[in-house]
């Protein structure tokens, strides 16, 4: 798997917009964008994953460049829950191999 | 309701005993894996098995085993060799058709 690279942390002000970058330079062509997030001391939830085109849910959205050389996972309006760590991740979908996480954004949305 | 469990919340031993973490999930996937969290920092992979019977090992496996003999069932082992096994213990698992991991709860084990 694609390593990964994120800032360490950010913040961000309650109702505005978070951005937050990955950067994943070496990605392979079959290689798919991944985006989790953990609140302190639980397990990371699944937020949303892509390949090349922008995807949405009600979560989040997540924009990858053209080159897919990099991606921005964007939560429209944050809110004092979205305080957590997230993680990007980048791995062939489906492909239940090795799977390994960096050390993640911490986002702190401040009110 | 389908899920992945952990079993216990919390865990205390004394040094030099082995410890086991149960991991069980009804979700019918066929990958499993165990990381390991330290405070602040990211999810270190232990192990991972694509399927009963086999597993392999991931970027930090010494001082631990793991079994699967059952497609629910991944069990993680931390022996007295792991030198410092205080940490937060996170599963999850992985199936071919749904294409996101699901976590547990996580296992906090203190080694006193």
């Known amino acids: 798997d694609a390593k990964t690279t994120q800032p360490p942390s950010m913040d961000c002000a309650e109702g505005r917009a978070a951005n937050l970058p990955c950067n994943h330079s070496?990605?392979?062509?079959?290689?798919?964008v991944y985006w989790y997030r953990q609140i302190h001391s639980q397990g990371p939830q699944y937020i949303i994953h892509?390949?090349?085109n922008n995807e949405t849910n009600e979560m989040a959205s997540l924009i990858i460049t053209e080159d897919r050389k990099s991606s921005t996972l964007i939560l429209p309006h944050a809110t004092l829950r979205d305080t957590a760590v997230y993680y990007c991740?980048?791995?062939?979908?489906?492909?239940?191999?090795?799977?390994?996480f960096g050390d993640g954004t911490t986002l702190t949305v401040k009110p | 309701d389908g899920g992945i469990t952990q079993s216990p919340k919390y865990l205390f031993r004394k040094e030099g005993q082995n410890v086991t973490l149960s991991c069980e999930q009804n979700?019918?996937?066929?990958?499993m894996y165990w990381y390991r969290q330290d405070p602040g920092q990211g999810l270190r992979l232990i192990y991972y098995?694509?399927?009963?019977?086999?597993?392999q090992k991931g970027d930090i496996a010494e001082g631990y085993s793991v079994s699967r003999e059952k497609k629910e069932s991944f069990p993680l082992t931390v022996t007295s060799a792991q030198k410092n096994p205080t940490a937060f213990y996170l599963c999850a698992s992985l199936g071919t058709v749904n294409t996101e991991a699901f976590f547990g709860q996580g296992t906090r084990l203190t080694v006193v």
């Open positions: 070496t990605i392979s062509g079959n290689e798919y």
């Open positions: 991740i980048v791995r062939v979908n489906a492909n239940a191999g090795k799977s390994t």
């Open positions: 979700l019918n996937h066929d990958a």
């Open positions: 892509g390949l090349k």
């Open positions: 098995s694509q399927i009963v019977n086999d597993f």
